[in-house]
């Protein structure tokens, strides 16, 4: 079995021999452990906690081969770039929390088209106006 470990650990078998451990030098690499350490209670618990990453597919496994950081969701596609949408989500909150200050909405980028071209109409229908009196 390959896994991505992310902390050194012992596995034991039910016995309490040892199965496997993971060194320093093995973290955050592909490594080979023996399909045993999955009766090990410490392994459901590092693979909750993302402390050890055990890819299912080979999807996932190439994922990790190229970025051991990388966010694996299960039954879904590999979440990329994970720097770029905690940026984004960054500038959504922050976004969020001006609105909640201030009390009034955010315009898009859109919007102030939309009202100088309003405006413009306007105006245009006033000296339509002005000049329809003359």
């Known amino acids: 079995m390959l896994v991505v470990p992310y902390v050194c ?16 030098h093995e973290l955050r690499t592909i490594t080979e452990v023996p399909e045993a350490v999955q009766q090990d209670p410490l392994f459901a618990l590092l693979v909750k906690d993302e402390l050890l990453k055990a890819p299912d597919s080979k999807l996932e496994l190439m994922t990790l081969e190229n970025d051991p950081d990388a966010k694996i969701t299960k039954n879904e596609k590999p979440v990329k770039n994970t720097k770029t949408a905690k940026a984004v989500k960054a500038v959504k909150t922050e976004t969020a929390a001006k609105t909640e200050k201030t009390g009034k909405t955010e315009k898009s980028a859109m919007e102030p088209a939309k009202t100088e071209n309003a405006a413009v ?13 003359k």
């Open 9 to 24: 650990a012992e596995f034991h078998d039910k016995s309490g021999n040892v199965i496997h451990r993971i060194h320093a």
């Open 121 to 133: 109409a306007a105006e245009a229908k006033a000296d339509a106006g002005q000049n329809d009196t």
